[in-house]
Nanobody
Framework: QVQLVESGGGLVQAGGSLRLSCAAS????????MGWFRQAPGKEREFVAA????????YYADSVKGRFTISRDNAKNTVYLQMKSLKPEDTAVYYC???????????????WGKGTLVTVSS
């Protein structure tokens, strides 16, 4: 059974930092792009960041560019999201995903974790 399990969420003050992890099991995603989405209360799920299979290219939403860094360790089948200079508007449930196919393509097969809550207090 394929699973993606996020961890590292919690409560942090504005300006603080957190590092999220997403550990995959059941199969290797070392050849697949992976990424992070988030969903704030009352809002739709939105893209945060993505990374190619070898970490050579990364993509970020404008709202997190310069503050968040996505990385991966294929030996550990894990993707990370380092978040700094956190703002209250970053409060959301953060989900990781992996895709068989082109990241962002509707024809891809996506695997999702169940999410980890990040709360940023002002």
């Amino acid at each position: 059974q394929v699973q993606l399990v996020e961890s590292g969420g919690g409560l942090v003050q504005a300006g603080g930092s957190l590092r999220l992890s997403c550990a995959a099991s059941g199969r290797s995603f070392g050849s697949n792009p992976m990424g992070w989405f988030r969903q704030a209360p009352g809002k739709e799920r939105e893209f945060v960041a993505a990374i190619t299979w070898n970490g050579g290219i990364t993509y970020y939403a404008d709202s997190v560019k310069g503050r968040f860094t996505i990385s991966r360790d294929n030996a550990k089948n894990t993707v990370y999201l380092q978040m700094k200079s956190l703002k209250p508007e970053d409060t959301a449930v953060y989900y990781c995903n992996a895709v068989n196919g082109v990241y962002g393509s509707p024809s891809g097969i996506y695997y999702w974790g169940k999410g980890t809550l990040v709360t940023v207090s002002s």
